[in-house]
């Protein structure tokens, strides 16, 4: 027993589950993501509780590991019914690349491709923006985060609603918060007006810094558009060399 009543009840459930579970004598089977989920349980109820709180966050003792909650939430993702688009979609499309990246691209939503592999951007625009990243910035697509607004495939690639933007973004904002990156590159425009909340047009928010949450944000043009109007890939990349600039320390743009 501790002299916390509500992790003792967490733990007695999660003893009383892993037992019915026992692969021998239990009566219960756990699919993998639900057993990941329960082993969390104590650690993201702790987390929850210093948040209610109002703790800082660094002032909290230990946090859950980032890597487990993207996790947790990828699996959120995989089950969500929030809006119509979970009824056309094979698969949903979370994320790909590492979790602990100091670059995010966000996109804006999957396509056919992106559908069908359960990855963002494999598609002809993730071809393109392959080459940003490994030609031009000279990395390796895996050690960026890549993902979109957007988790799910609209039908035949519309544009997506602002109700489904809704329904989306909390995820987006997750995802951010954990990985936690040094600097954000916002792909065109859904992604531009998701995160700073503005009209804008990609034109016009394109050539500066912005921020989100303190971090500094780059908005460039989507690939897809690039690939349309490839006379204005010079612009995206300077957009990009100054991203690059933010990776490599040589500027901190603050807000
Ligand atoms: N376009 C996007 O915005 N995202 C993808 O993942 C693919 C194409
Ligand atoms: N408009 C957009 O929304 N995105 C682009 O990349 C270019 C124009």
Redesign the pocket.
Known sequence: MSNDPLQDIIEDAKKLVQAAAHPRKGTLSLSPETAARLENLSAVAKEVRAEAAMEPIAAAPVSVDPIERLKILAETVRQCQQCDLCEGRSQT?FAQGSPTADLVFV?????EE?DRQGL??V?P??QLLTDIITKGMKMKREDVYIC?VIKCRPPNNRDPLPEEKDACEPYLLQQLDYVQPKVICA??GHAAKTLLKTDASTGSLRGKWHFYHGIPLRVTY???YLLRSPSEKAKTWADIQEVMKVLSGEISPTP
Do not use: D, I, M
Request: net charge negative; no cysteine; proline share 17%.
């Open positions: 499309v996109g804006e939503a999957p396509g992106e963002p951007f598609g625009s993730g979109n792909l065109g989507h690939p897809a």
